[in-house]
């Protein structure tokens, strides 16, 4: 059974930096791309950024040079290292595997529960 549980999200004030967790079981992690997406209240999943196999690491532009993403294939965990936080970051954050490079939600197959991140002003 595939598993994802995300971990360390939280309320920080505007600026903070927060990271966030995901640990994969019930798969070969290292055979997939791996993608954070997030949810706001009221709007659609969208896009973070994820990484690759070969740990090729891409972006929206919204959080382009103030989130980072790595990969620990050892332990089936990739991080979603935030910073400079504003409020428009608030949203539940999901991690998700992809057997494709991709953008695209519907292309990942596997959906954690998300957790949230809340940046106040």
């Known amino acids: 059974q595939v598993q994802l549980r995300e971990s360390g999200g939280g309320l920080v004030q505007a600026g903070d930096s927060l990271r966030l967790s995901c640990i994969a079981s019930?798969?070969?992690?290292?055979?997939?791309?791996i993608g954070w997406f997030r949810q706001a209240p009221g709007k659609e999943r969208e896009f973070v950024g994820a990484?690759?196999?070969?740990?090729?690491?891409f972006y929206s532009a919204a959080v382009e040079g103030r989130f980072t993403i790595s990969r620990d294939d050892t332990w089936s965990t990739i991080f979603l290292q935030m910073n400079s936080l504003q409020p428009e970051d608030t949203a539940v954050y999901y991690c998700?595997?992809?057997?494709?490079?991709?953008?695209?939600?519907?292309?990942?197959?596997?959906w954690g529960q998300g957790t949230q991140v809340t940046v106040s002003v």
């Open positions: 019930g798969l070969t992690f290292d055979r997939y791309t």
């Open positions: 998700a595997l992809s057997l494709v490079v991709s953008r695209s939600r519907g292309h990942y197959a596997y």
């Open positions: 990484i690759t196999i070969a740990s090729y690491t």
